[in-house]
Structures are given as structure tokens and as C-alpha cells.
């Protein structure tokens, strides 16, 4: 646990870190801080237990790879996206670039809302998943130690259990492209005298935080 002043030496994870070709290590905090991507597909790996295919679309910010909004549904069209794209820059604010793939849901209708709200969409080259790596990594992470393990119900569970796994993105994961830190800041617990960690559960026990406690 990095924040309970507790630090693992690098190279001891590095050596059990699954390699392959693509695993980099560390990387530097990204250095522009006006930039996000807006990614739409499906986040889970299957259909729901009514077996009904759910869509996601989330925005994502760069800087502090913080999420901006998120959202889901079984009939995704280029007026929804259009919605999606109001309640994620609802008004002028830093961002001045939005990343976007190929997808037909970016219509002219949806190129027209961003560049109306000041927001220029830059498109990735077609089945380049690589120049949009942020949000991408984001899906891979929210498979992996989410949607892996979950039986989704509908699309109110989809919801809930996405606000959960956000929330523990962003307060208590860290990441190595933030030098260790999360998505909103969390700073490091020094050890107090005569304390014990604790396990605080996270997305319904999936994930855990580690604090000190004092002991009685």
C-alpha cells in the first residue's frame, strides 16, 4: 500500500509483473493538461444476465487521467452521444482537444457539438487503438479489475457498479503515470505510533484501501 507509507521496491515488482511486448513500466504524467478523449463501445466483456448488450461511453481527462462522465446504454446513437458530450463539458472549461476513434456514433452531428463548444476533435487513424492509449488502458483496467468479475443485472447495476469502481479510481488507486499518486490526489499516511492497517473494502469487496489505525 504506497499511501500507508508502506513502499515496495520497484525492481521487486517489476519482477513479478506479467511481461510482454507492450508493458513499458513507468511513464511520465502526461504534460498537457487541455486534452480528452472520448472513447464509445462496450466496457463489459459479455451481455448482462437478460442478456441484453449494453454500450459505454465515457470521456476521460489526460492530465490526471481523471473520468469526466460516464454512461451506458443498449441503443447508442449520435444524439445520445451528443448528450453524453453536454454533461461531460456542460461549459467552457480547460479542455480544448477531445480524442476520438472512428466510430460512426461521431457524426458530423456530434463534430459540430464539440467544435461549438470550443473543444476540437483530433480522429485516430483507422484500427489505431494505440493513439488514443489513455482511454484505452482506462478499458483495460476497468475489465480487468471490474467488469471481469461481475454478473451485471441491467443498466441501473452497470451505473452503480461503475460509480463504485470510478470512485476507487480516482481516490484510491494509484498509478505509475501519476509517479504513484491518484487521479484526485491522495497523500501518503505516515506509520503513527503503535498503529495497525486496516482493510477498508472497495467495489463491494473487490478492491481494498490500506490506512493506519491507531490501536485501541
Known sequence: ?????????????????????????????????????????RILP????????????FVIDHHRRRILHLNV???PTAAWVCQQLREAFPDAGPYKHAI????????AEVLDLLKASGVGPAR?????PWQNGTAERWVGSVRRECFDHVIALNEQ???RIAREYIAY????RTHLGLDKD??????????????????????????HRYVWKAAA
Not at 182 to 207: D, F, I, N
Open 1 to 41: 500500500p504506497l499511501s500507508a507509507g508502506i513502499k515496495p521496491v520497484s525492481a521487486s515488482i517489476g519482477a513479478f509483473a506479467r511481461t510482454s511486448p507492450g508493458w513499458a513500466g513507468e511513464r511520465s504524467s502526461p504534460t498537457s493538461s487541455n486534452w480528452s478523449s472520448a472513447w464509445p463501445g
Open 46 to 57: 459479455g451481455p448482462t444476465l437478460t442478456f441484453h448488450l449494453l454500450h459505454g461511453f
Open 73 to 75: 446504454t443498449a441503443h
Open 100 to 107: 476520438l476513434d472512428r466510430d460512426s456514433m461521431f457524426s
Open 124 to 128: 485516430t487513424s483507422i484500427r489505431s
Open 157 to 159: 447495476h452497470v451505473r
Open 169 to 172: 479510481y480516482h481516490e484510491d
Open 182 to 207: 491518484t487521479p484526485l490526489g491522495r497523500p501518503v499516511e505516515p506509520k503513527p505510533t503503535a498503529a495497525r492497517l486496516e482493510s477498508l473494502p472497495r467495489v463491494g469487496g473487490l478492491h
